[in-house]
T-cell receptor
Framework: AQKITQTQPGMFVQEKEAVTLDCTYD???????LFWYKQPSSGEMIFLIY??????QNATEGRYSLNFQKARKSANLVISASQLGDSAMYFC??????????????FGTGTKLQVIP | EAGVTQFPSHSVIEKGQTVTLRCDPI?????LYWYRRVMGKEIKFLLH????????ESGMPNNRFLAERTGGTYSTLKVQPAELEDSGVYFC??????????FGNGTRLTVT
């Protein structure tokens, strides 16, 4: 079974509008974490935001916020006031801790976001 | 601090040839990960080093892939002999114990 599901292969958003990128996950680990990474056309992977499973509040980092709904196992990324430079691939990822105490991070298939001027 | 660096950035080789990818993690990061992304698919886990030891190599596709991390510093990933389906972008990442993964810029491998 897929551990991380991103159902939107591509999204368009008008500049200055907000956009939500969906991510659902599947785990039986009570302690896990969720990440979002951005991959622009230049190829590097840029860390955006992190949410721990026990965090009481939704994570926010500037224009990025993570809409964490634990019961629904979803961790959607919200980008407010989109900018042209936000056009990129966005990957959702989940960290679990294995029996040896080490983390393993699993990624989704990504969503390609295009911001329209 | 210097980030994760990968070399080469691009490699084009013929089927049957050998290629070695290198990753230099952030200094002090004991955890080093290799991932691969094939066009349009997820970023797939290959293996995880803790210092020089392979902690998890469950994602290695077959025995044509060999990863090493001698001395617990840089790591190499060798593909021998390369096949067409090995084409993709190979990412290396490093982290502290359970910290955020810091990625390199990747190596784009094309096997023709």
């Amino acid at each position: 079974a897929q551990k991380i599901t991103q159902t939107q292969p591509g999204m368009f958003v008008q500049e200055k509008e907000a956009v939500t990128l969906d991510c659902t996950y599947d785990t039986s680990d009570p302690s896990y974490g969720l990440f979002w990474y951005k991959q622009p056309s230049s190829g590097e992977m840029i860390f955006l935001i992190y949410q721990g499973s026990y965090d009481q509040q939704n994570a926010t980092e500037g224009r990025y916020s993570l809409n964490f709904q634990k019961a629904r196992k979803s961790a959607n990324l919200v980008i407010s006031a989109s900018q042209l430079g936000d056009s990129a691939m966005y990957f959702c990822a989940m960290r679990e801790v294995n029996s040896g105490g080490y983390q393993k991070v699993t990624f989704g298939t990504g969503t390609k976001l295009q911001v329209i001027p | 601090e210097a980030g994760v660096t990968q070399f080469p950035s691009h490699s084009v080789i013929e089927k049957g040839q050998t290629v070695t990818l290198r990753c230099d993690p952030i200094s002090g990061h004991d955890n080093l990960y290799w991932y691969r992304r094939v066009m349009g698919k997820e970023i797939k886990f290959l293996l995880h080093f803790v210092k020089e030891s392979k902690q998890d190599e469950s994602g290695m596709p077959n025995n044509r892939f060999l990863a090493e991390r001698t001395g617990g510093t840089y790591s190499t990933l060798k593909v021998q002999p390369a096949e067409l389906e090995d084409s993709g972008v190979y990412f290396c990442a490093s982290s502290q114990v359970r910290g955020t993964l810091h990625f390199g810029n990747g190596t784009r491998l094309t096997v023709t």
